[in-house]
């Protein structure tokens, strides 16, 4: 098999919560990309942003793709790169 030849072995948008975000994404493998969708519900610009990174999934299958809603993102960024004192 080629050298460089990327292995598919995602293919959806993966939905993650702040309990899982270290691990989905700080801790990823170090040879696949993440790809992070900051999203809110009801948001109709949000569900066609949706609709286009569903598609770019399934296109680069080698490429992690996760999601994560807006408010739980903010409160992952504030707790995990500035602690709270």
Known sequence: MKQGVKIAKFGSII????????????????????????????????????????????MYQATKFVKSCRWIAFLIIRIVIFPLC
Do not use: R
């Open 15 to 58: 939905p993650i919560s702040g309990s899982n975000f270290v691990h989905e994404v700080s801790q990823a493998s170090s040879d696949v990309w993440v790809v992070v969708v900051l999203y809110k519900d009801g948001y109709p610009e949000c569900g066609v942003l949706m609709q286009c990174v569903k598609e770019l999934a399934t």
